[in-house]
């Protein structure tokens, strides 16, 4: 069985390490491999995981879609399209 299942918290001050390891030159590769953090949590904090911007712009509605949620939906389709 693997160890730890599920997602990690990583505090801000570990946030703040990694990306200024990136920032110096050090590959996301070898930040994964020294720190034990994912490539995908490390791209997301460098901001470069265009998903992750998206996420934050227009945050997922919560509960069952109606039909206000559907339209506002299409239009933050409409918007990302142009």
């Known amino acids: ?5 599920g997602m990690s918290r990583y505090g801000q001050e570990m946030k703040e390490i990694v990306v200024q390891g990136y ?6 590769r070898e930040l994964s491999r020294q720190y034990g953090i994912s490539r995908y949590a490390i791209q ?9 911007e998206l996420r ?4 997922l509605p ?14 933050i389709k409409r918007l990302q399209m142009e």
């Open 44 to 52: 997301s904090w460098c901001g470069l995981r265009k998903e992750v």
């Open 23 to 28: 920032r110096r030159g050090i590959s996301i």
């Open 1 to 5: 069985m693997s160890g730890k299942k």
């Open 56 to 59: 934050h712009a227009a945050p």
């Open 62 to 75: 919560k509960g069952r879609p109606t039909e206000k949620s559907k339209t506002q939906e299409q239009t």
